[in-house]
């Protein structure tokens, strides 16, 4: 049977690598990779490093795109594509438009829906943001829940989903993480690398999340200033989202500071490097909240809450807000009070063991009726 994975941004790539390879790998199935291009340059970048091909690419995106224009171009695109292909079942990840898109285009054709990375909620679900909605929206018509952790499974119980459609895996995000810093690859820019190698004290920060553009940004921009006139022996790395609204918020406080460096956003090899020699970390990510923990690395997270507790709860992650003096004194104590700093870093990764894909192949393998399902993560 043909499963089609189906994505379109940089962190659903990165999140559905791991199984793209373990489709390719498994003699079971055929797969179909579907791209739209939501993310377009960032999601090329990841797709090089794991050496996928995409067999089909929606290209949806055009300038000034709105969301209704992002759902309808692929559910279109897809409409097309599952006449020809008749795939035995479609896999999306996570929360985007993309993903939504492709769950009701594959569901209006009678597909069944792989959801990976399901039942995570942030419980708010009329916040300006769409990435709530889409992931409830997406569990309505999935046949198969893979749910990265006993909490998201928890979250899809409590709203009837049927025992029996999920399957707790992990989070493929661990699988990628995995394998991708093991390779120790070398950063292209030379000033990175002679850092990496310094044994300096990194501060590795990243901001992109809508909630926070604006004044919130404009915070963090000025938090890290201070950050780095306080500690002359840490440099921050902040490797700054292409979006142009983030870049006009942070980057103008950092002018001129020698201990920080703005890069482009690195491709995933350098970034996972950069993860791992980080002392702390600084994010408004979803996915680097979860890597992070798996490399002992403390994450402090710029958000009034998370779709991902379980890190939180775990202590090595805490929720900082945005707040320019909050975040400031956060770092600082991080920085300067070695029993917190260890309490943080030595707390357990909750997300995964590295074996998320192999687990959603056999479960993919049970929903068509050709395998069975292994150890739940
Ligand atoms: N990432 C990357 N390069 C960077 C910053 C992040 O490859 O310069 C990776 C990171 O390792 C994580 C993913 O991008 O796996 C997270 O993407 P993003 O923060 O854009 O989205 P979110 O996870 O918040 O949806």
């Known amino acids: 049977p043909v499963i089609m994975p189906i994505y379109g941004t940089r962190p659903e790539a990165i999140k559905m690598a791991p199984i793209v390879k373990a489709l390719e790998a498994s003699e079971l199935f055929d797969s179909t990779v579907v791209v ?23 290209n949806i995106m055009q300038p000034n795109q709105t969301l209704n224009s ?55 679900l009329f916040s300006p943001f769409p990435e709530e909605a889409n992931r409830k929206m997406t569990s309505q018509i999935t046949s198969l829940h893979l749910a990265p952790t006993s909490v998201s499974k928890s979250n899809l119980l409590t709203e009837n989903t049927p025992a029996e459609d999920i399957v707790v895996t992990g989070n493929t995000v661990i699988d990628a993480l995995l394998t991708t810093v093991d390779k120790q690859v070398p950063f292209s820019d030379p000033a990175l690398e002679e850092l990496a190698t310094s044994g300096r004290k990194v501060l590795l920060v990243t901001t992109h999340r809508r909630e926070n553009q604006g004044g919130a940004m404009e915070g963090v921009g000025r938090a890290l200033a201070r950050i780095a006139r306080a500690e002359p022996d840490l440099t921050i790395v902040l490797p700054a989202h292409k979006n142009p609204v983030v870049r006009e918020a942070v980057l103008p406080a950092l002018e001129g500071l020698e201990n920080v ?19 702390v970390v600084l994010t408004d990510s979803g996915g680097v909240q979860e890597e992070a ?18 890190a939180v709860t775990a202590g090595t992650v805490r929720l900082i807000g945005t707040d320019e003096e909050r975040i400031y004194t956060e770092v600082e104590e991080l920085l300067h009070h070695a029993e917190h700093y260890a309490a943080m870093a030595n707390a357990v990764n909750p997300y995964g063991d590295g074996r998320a894909a192999e687990r959603t192949v056999a479960a993919i393998a049970e929903l068509l009726g050709i395998g069975q399902r292994i150890d739940e993560f």
Do not use: C
């Open 36 to 58: 739209t291009g939501q993310h377009r340059e960032m999601l090329d970048q990841v797709n090089e490093l794991f050496g996928i091909t995409p067999d089909e690419d929606l």
């Open 70 to 124: 992002v759902m309808t171009r692929t559910i279109d695109g897809l409409d097309a594509l599952f006449r020809q292909n008749k795939p035995a079942a479609v896999i999306v990840q996570g929360d985007t438009t993309t993903s939504t898109a492709g769950a009701i285009a594959a569901f209006y054709h009678g597909i069944p829906v792989v959801h990976a990375e399901a039942g995570l909620r942030s419980f708010n």
């Open 261 to 279: 460096v703005v890069t482009e956003p690195l491709a995933y090899g350098e970034f996972t490097r950069m993860l791992s020699v980080a002392h």
């Open 293 to 310: 923990p798996s490399l002992g690395k403390p994450v402090l997270v710029m958000r009034e809450n998370t779709e991902r507790p379980e």
